[in-house]
């Protein structure tokens, strides 16, 4: 059981490129989040996606793009990588429901030069 | 108001003692709480949950909840080195929230 799977796990980038960081999970989760960590600084929520179809922003939007592709994927896009986006990266999934927790994939260290 | 705080620490306790960890959230709406533990490079991963008022014990793991004082805490007895860790407290409310977490290390 793969649970929430990131790729890639690591990626250097220069200042101005693009990229997209993918997410899937196979728990059949409704809900989805990307994640930003950064020394300090604890979990800031990126973008979440309640169910497949619909995107909402989190407290650190700026800079980034979301897709739900379907149920099991959440990708998340840097069009113009800057180096204050030199981060770990996590995504998550819970069932619906209050009472459910979030599983993590294993992150993404993104360094931007 | 940040809606979940912890004490960023560092917590020190040496081996076999009880380290205690604790929460205080702002949303008297929040139905579920739990701890999540993450090593030093690696993603955050569950270890405890809890949904009423009173102690959840897991082994050497107590959650604790007290909605009325609106906090959470989690004992570790007989503390470990391999419990050195960031331990995060989270809750949900109309979302899900997390702390900042605490860093726990266990002197051997």
Redesign the interface.
């Known amino acids: 059981n793969a649970g929430v799977t990131q790729t890639p796990k690591f990626q250097v980038l220069k200042t101005g490129q693009s990229m997209t960081l993918q997410c899937a999970q196979d728990m059949n989760h409704n809900s989805m989040?990307w994640y930003r960590q950064d020394p300090?600084?604890?979990?800031r929520l990126i973008y979440y996606s309640a169910s497949e179809g619909t995107t909402d922003k989190g407290e650190v939007p700026n800079g980034y793009n979301v897709s739900r592709l379907n149920k099991r994927e959440f990708s998340l896009r840097l069009e113009s990588a800057a180096p204050s986006q030199t981060s770990v990266y996590?995504c998550a999934s819970?069932p619906t429901g209050?009472?459910?927790?979030?599983?993590?994939?294993?992150?993404t260290r993104l360094s931007i030069l | 108001q940040k809606e979940v705080e912890q004490n960023?620490g560092p917590l020190s306790v040496p081996e076999g003692a009880i380290a205690s960890l604790n929460c205080t959230y702002s949303d008297r709406g929040s139905?579920?709480f739990?701890w999540y533990r993450q090593y030093s490079g690696?993603?955050?991963?569950?270890i405890m949950?809890i949904?009423s008022n009173g102690d959840k014990e897991d082994g050497r793991f107590t959650a604790q909840l007290n909605k009325a004082s609106q906090y959470v805490s989690l004992l570790i007895r007989d503390s470990q080195p391999s419990d050195s860790a960031t331990y995060?407290c989270?809750h949900?409310g109309n979302q899900?929230y997390?702390?900042?977490?605490t860093s726990l290390t266990v002197i051997p």
Do not use: C, I
């Not at chain 1, 209050?98 to 294993?106: A, E, N, V």
């Not at chain 2, 997390?98 to 977490?101: C, D, H, L, V, Y």
């Open positions: 989040y300090g600084m604890g979990l996590f819970r209050g009472s459910q927790p979030q599983h993590f994939g294993d992150g | 960023s139905q579920s739990f690696k993603s955050p991963e569950l949950f949904y995060l989270a949900t899900f997390f702390g900042t977490g």
